[in-house]
T-cell receptor, first 119, second 115 residues
């Protein structure tokens, strides 16, 4: 089946530093990747959509200069949280879609998530 | 805009009892519906999906859901739950009305199975 990995699974960083989270599709080509943010006991909030080789499309209210997304290859997307602050602490989940797979337009495959804690 | 409503934020149930988690969506025009489960500190796992065809969809772990177009519902059911089913369950919708087939999630329902 389609597998998506994220690295790291947990990260703690100091306020003001930047942290990068990687999302990889292990056995398929991810033409589109999505980044979500999830606060404790809440639903997933879509932050941005990225297509390989093009700029990410951010949802309303998401600061594109703070959450840098790069989708340089068909198997890797990265989310960099720049100048992190405690309020950026959250669970970040990526997902990937392969438009070439049978039902690729409709189905997303989710990574295991990354717990970011900013101290 | 498309939206998803999960009517219950928490559902406590005893082990081996049946359970139904309710989900309603805002439009029946070309929707694709999903149920995901999330265990603590983990990502989402797809339980089942409705794209077309039979309105009764069977998924993993003994779960099933029924697409009801007239009531714009997609309730999740299991005839007999286990302790291990304790988790957060998300209903989601995708389609041409979700901004390019983005997936829109409901707020989630916490299923708590008691011994």
């Amino acid at each position: 089946g389609a597998v998506v990995s994220q690295h790291p699974s947990r990260v703690i960083c100091k306020s003001g530093t930047s942290v990068k989270i990687e999302c990889r599709s292990l056995d398929f080509q991810a033409t589109t990747m999505f980044w979500y943010r999830q606060f404790p006991k809440q639903s997933l909030m879509l932050m941005a959509t990225s297509n390989e080789g093009s700029k990410a499309t951010y949802e309303q209210g998401v600061e594109k200069d703070k959450f840098l997304i790069n989708h340089a290859s068909l198997t890797l997307s990265t989310l960099t949280v720049t100048s992190a602050h405690p309020e950026d602490s959250s669970f970040y989940i990526c997902s990937a879609r392969d438009l070439l797979m049978g039902q690729g337009l409709y189905e997303q495959y989710f990574g295991p998530g990354t717990r970011l804690t900013v101290t | 805009a498309q939206s998803v409503t999960q009517l219950d934020s928490q559902v406590p149930v005893f082990e081996e009892a049946p359970v139904e988690l309710r989900c309603n969506y805002s439009s029946s025009v070309s929707v694709y519906l999903f149920w995901y489960v999330q265990y603590p500190n983990q990502g989402l796992q797809l339980l089942l999906k409705y794209l077309s065809g039979s309105t009764l969809v069977k998924g993993i772990n003994g779960f099933e859901a029924e697409f009801n177009k007239s009531q714009t519902s997609f309730h999740l059911r299991k005839p007999s739950v286990h302790i291990s089913d304790t988790a957060e369950y998300f209903c989601a919708v995708s389609g041409p009305n979700t901004g390019g087939f983005k997936t829109i999630f409901g707020a989630g329902t916490r299923l708590f199975v008691k011994a």
